[in-house]
């Protein structure tokens, strides 16, 4: 057996480039059969990808020391791919190092690219255009002159021959991949996927959201095939998952709304909107321990965050709420209001908790308190009126209630927004043992038909 060590192509590319490496590999193969090892780090074959278990820097410089021709492929994803551009560097560099003694054939070789977007240290090489016959030709035959040397002639014209139809195949391939590539993560692409996300909300087709959502993924190259799906999710853009999290709120899917808020998260870690979005679906789905993280993290960011900012206050007293402590919830809440004591969702928060600690007096002083607020406030929406109508029942104020039961015909509220005033108002009258008859004139008021309680 000889001692002579197996002669290798690198290909340096960007994961979504995948299938014009594999073009390539399979045109090597054409060419000098099992003579030359293609290495590339998404190759699944027993050899030529990473070997389980083994350190990936580690195996990117074992290949850029060893290969005797490295290609670098420049598609539009790769040129924004900094670990397509890391292996570039460190090819180059391992080219220039051995200089004069056992020189690194760097070979750029690009598709869909102009010359003005290939990034250094490759723009001063040579380039190899991936989709002309005439370039990869030249490729393919400088491969020839630099692999077969040292085989019989009758073996060098067998491969000298076969050029022009591994060309052919190898064209087809490549062109192939580029046409079905995965869309890239470009402005232009991102808004698009924005518009139609907010066409979803605005029509109120929440229970869509997951079928938005697969074809989004399809388009950008997340789950589609096997393959695909089995990567690890990757964040692609933080005003994407920001929305798709709210909209899976919406439909009531906390899971998949923790998913896109965590995705956000991941790429603007100090966001505390964001984080305050994840806290929720956290606490949506029952899971209070990541909760409990999320709101130890924004504590990080800002001590008195839960002083300073209403929702933020209100996130930590439902946790509280949610492990049955609505003493520790109100106390949150009551300082919040102390620092905004213009806030009317705060007060009525806070005279929520009051009821579920069975404070009803206290909640009742909060609820007039409300009302107060409201009677200052010169806008007049269909929140400040289901407020209004909530605060009018605990204290008592039939003419109230009745001004605020006006003000929400008049204001219309969509199906949605009246299954949330109807859930709020009916917590609210358990909690302070109301008549639950009431809600007949609240279901005439949103536009229910009149039902029994």
Known sequence: ???????????????????????????????????ITVNYSTNDQLQGGIPSGTEWFAWIG??????????????????????????????AGAALANEGTNHRKLCPVSYHVSGDDIPRPLAGLQLTKGLEKAGIKKLFTDMIVLFTRGLDLETQLDIANSVDETCDTYLKGATEALRTAPMLVTEAAVQEWLERIDALKAEGRFSET?????????????????????????????????????????????????????????LAPRDVYVLRKLGKAYLDRGNRDE?????????????????RNAENAALKARWYKDQQAPAKAAEVLEAAFEYNPQ???????????????????????????????????RERTVWTAATGFTAALVVGDRQRQQLFLDQ?????????????IRRGV?????????????????DLALGFSQRTP
Do not use: C
């Open 1 to 35: 057996m000889s001692d002579t060590p197996q002669q290798s192509i690198f290909i340096s590319h960007a994961h979504t480039d995948q299938a014009i490496a594999v073009a390539i590999r399979d045109a090597v193969r054409a060419l000098f059969g099992h003579r």
């Open 62 to 91: 074992k290949q850029v020391r060893e290969a005797k021709v490295a290609l670098i492929l420049l598609t539009p994803a790769s040129v924004q791919s900094p670990w397509v551009l890391w292996e570039a560097g460190a090819v």
């Open 210 to 266: 997951g079928e938005l959502h697969y074809w989004l993924n399809i388009a950008f190259g997340r789950g589609g095939n096997k393959k695909e799906r089995s990567q690890k999710e990757r964040p692609l853009d933080l005003r994407i998952h920001r929305r798709l999290g709210e909209l899976y709120a919406r439909a009531r899917d906390a899971e998949r709304a923790a998913r896109e808020f965590d995705l956000a998260r991941q």
């Open 291 to 307: 909760a409990a993280k999320v709101i130890g993290l924004i504590t990080e960011l800002d001590d008195n965050a839960f002083v």
């Open 343 to 377: 806030s009317l969702y705060l007060v009525d928060v806070l005279a929520q908790a009051r009821l579920a600690s069975g404070e009803r007096d206290k909640a009742a002083r909060h609820y007039a308190q409300a009302l107060t607020l409201i009677d200052d406030l």
């Open 408 to 420: 929400l015909k008049k204001f219309s509220p969509s199906s949605e927004n009246a299954e949330s």
């Open 426 to 442: 009916q917590g609210v009258m358990k909690a302070a043992n109301i008549d639950p008859r009431a809600l007949v004139e609240l």
